[in-house]
């Protein structure tokens, strides 16, 4: 999880797209979320957003493993041929 903005920052990918991924999540994270549950919390990271730019949440990057459906992709960096899930909408700080 983390967020992401168009501009400079620590990790920038071609699209002009650049992350900073969350460091801490209190409450933790649950492993999996079954259909219709939620969780809500507060993540944390390194180094201040920049100001006035408007910023989307990222869910992970996920992993669709051989053997396995849709509905059962892991959340990973193991592998290629994944994908981010970033929300539509966006907030400013």
């Known amino acids: 999880m983390g967020v992401w903005y168009h501009g400079p920052g620590r990790y ?3 699209n002009g ?3 900073r991924p969350a460091r801490t999540a209190a409450p933790a994270l649950p ?3 079954t259909p219709g549950a ?3 919390g507060t993540l944390s990271g390194n180094g201040p957003l920049p100001p006035r730019t408007d910023l989307h949440l990222s869910f992970g990057y ?3 493993e051989a053997g396995t459906t849709l509905g059962e992709c892991k959340v990973g960096f193991r592998g290629a041929g994944g994908w ?6 966006t907030f400013r700080v």
Do not use: I, K, N, Q
């Open 84 to 89: 981010y899930w970033l929300t539509d909408h």
């Open 62 to 64: 996920f992993v669709l």
């Open 31 to 33: 492993a999996r979320l």
């Open 12 to 14: 920038g990918w071609a």
């Open 17 to 19: 797209m650049w992350m």
């Open 38 to 40: 939620t969780w809500s």
